[in-house]
C-alpha cells in the first residue's frame, strides 16, 4: 500500500540495498483470500522472496521482512555493528511499527487516507486532535534524541532511520508533522529526503488525498 | 510484572538459556521514573545486561530482548538455523506481542489484573466478553498450526514457543482458555508445562486474583 507506513519501511529498506522487487498493491478490507493466505494477521507489507538457493520464502511483518533482509541479503549494511546497537535500532523499530502506529498513525494516517479508500466518508475530528496531540508527544522524544545523534539509532544510518522514514513521511503526506518546532527532526528528515531510496516514497499519490506543496521538497 | 505475558517471555528465555537474573518487579502506572528512563515506553520488561566485555546494556522490548539474548549468548539456541524458520518464528512472537496483545490481553489479562493491582473497581464485562471472542478465533489458528506441526514455529522448540507460552499462560492464570476445545494447543501447553524452565511461571501469584485449580497441574 502506497502510503503504509510498514510497507514503505520495507521499500525503503529494499531500495538501500539495491535489490529489485515487484510491488503488488494490496489493500487489506478489500482481501480476496491472497494476503491472507501470505500473512494470516491480513495485514500488509509481506515480502514473497525467491532465494538463489530455491523455493520460496513468506515475510511479514515489517520488522521481521528488515531481519530477514539483513540476515539473507548482507551487502549494505543497515544493522549497527555492536549488540547494543542493534538493541538500540530493534527498540525504536518496535517503538514505530507498534506504538507510533497504534497512538499516531491509527489516528492521523489512516483516518484520513485508509477511511477515504474505503469510500467510509469523512475522517472523525476528533480522532485526528487525538493523534495530533500523541504526535507532538512523539516528535518532541525524536527531537531530544536526535539533539544527541546523527541518526535515531547512534552514530550510523540504520534499520531505525529506515523506520522512522517509513512513518513520519506517511504523517507529512497528510500535513500533520509541525516540522518548524522539532528543528533536530526536521534537519534529519532533510538528510533523509535527500537519499536515492526515498524518491520513489516522494512520488507516491493517493486519489483524492493530495500531499501538501512541501511533501516532495527536500527544502521544505 | 509476574503476570505480565511480555515479562514470562524473557523469564523464560533466561532459564532457557541458563542465565541467572535479578528480578525487580515494576508497575509501569505507579512508575517513580525508573522505568521511564530504562524504556521510554514506559513499558515492562526491560532487561539491563553487564556483558562480561564490561558497560551495561539497556534493552526493551521482549521481542528485542529475544533478539539480544541469543546474539550475546548463543549457547542454547532459541532460535532455528534457517533465515526462513527464524522468519517464520519472528512472525509469531510479533504475532504474540503486537497482535494478540492489543486484541485478547488488553481486554482479558489486564482487565482483571492490572486493574486490580491499580485499585481501580471491577473488570468492565464488556471488555471480557470482547476479549474473551477474540481468543477464541486466535486458539483456533493456534490449533490449526500446532496440528500440523510439533512446535509454533516448526519442528523444534523456539522463541515462537517461548512468546507463545508467556501469553497463553497469562490467559490461563484468569481462567480464560478453553482447553478442551483446542486439543492441539492443549497437547503442546501439556509439553510446555513439564520444562524446568516453566516451574517459577507455576508459582506466580497475584493478591487477590487466585488462578484456577488446574493452573499449575501438569495434567490439567
New interface residues.
Given amino acids: 500500500m502506497p502510503v503504509d507506513p510498514a510497507s514503505r519501511m520495507v521499500r525503503l529498506a529494499l531500495a538501500e540495498k539495491g535489490l529489485p522487487a515487484r510491488m503488488v498493491e494490496t489493500r487489506p478490507w478489500a482481501d480476496d483470500g491472497t494476503l491472507a493466505a501470505a ?3 491480513c495485514e500488509t507489507p509481506v515480502l514473497i522472496d525467491e ?1 538463489p538457493t530455491g ?1 520460496e ?1 513468506t ?3 515489517a ?2 521482512i528488515m ?2 533482509l539483513e ?2 541479503y548482507p551487502a549494505a549494511a543497515l544493522f549497527p555493528s555492536t ?2 546497537a ?2 538500540e535500532m ?2 525504536l523499530i ?2 514505530f ?3 507510533f502506529e ?1 497512538e499516531v498513525i491509527a489516528y492521523t494516517v489512516r483516518e484520513r487516507i485508509d477511511r477515504r479508500l474505503m469510500r467510509r466518508g469523512q475522517p472523525d475530528y476528533d480522532r485526528l486532535r487525538q493523534g495530533l496531540e500523541a504526535l507532538s508527544w512523539h516528535m518532541d ?1 525524536f527531537n531530544w534524541l536526535l539533539d544527541q545523534r546523527p541518526w535515531f539509532a547512534g552514530e550510523k544510518y540504520s534499520g531505525a532511520d529506515i523506520a522512522a522514514a517509513g512513518y513520519l513521511s506517511a504523517v507529512d503526506y497528510v500535513d500533520a508533522a509541525s516540522w518548524e518546532k522539532f528543528p533536530a527532526v526536521k534537519e534529519w528528515y532533510a538528510r533523509i529526503k535527500s537519499r536515492p531510496s526515498f524518491r520513489p516514497i516522494l512520488r507516491d499519490r493517493v486519489d483524492g488525498v493530495a500531499p501538501p506543496d512541501h511533501y516532495d521538497d527536500p527544502d521544505f
Avoid: H, V
Wanted: with cysteine; glycine share 8%.
Fill in positions: 500473512n494470516p494477521a532465494p523455493g520464502i515475510l511479514s511483518p520488522a521481521t531481519e530477514y540476515e539473507a549488540s547494543a542493534r538493541g530493534r527498540r518496535a517503538w511499527c507498534d506504538k497504534r522524544y
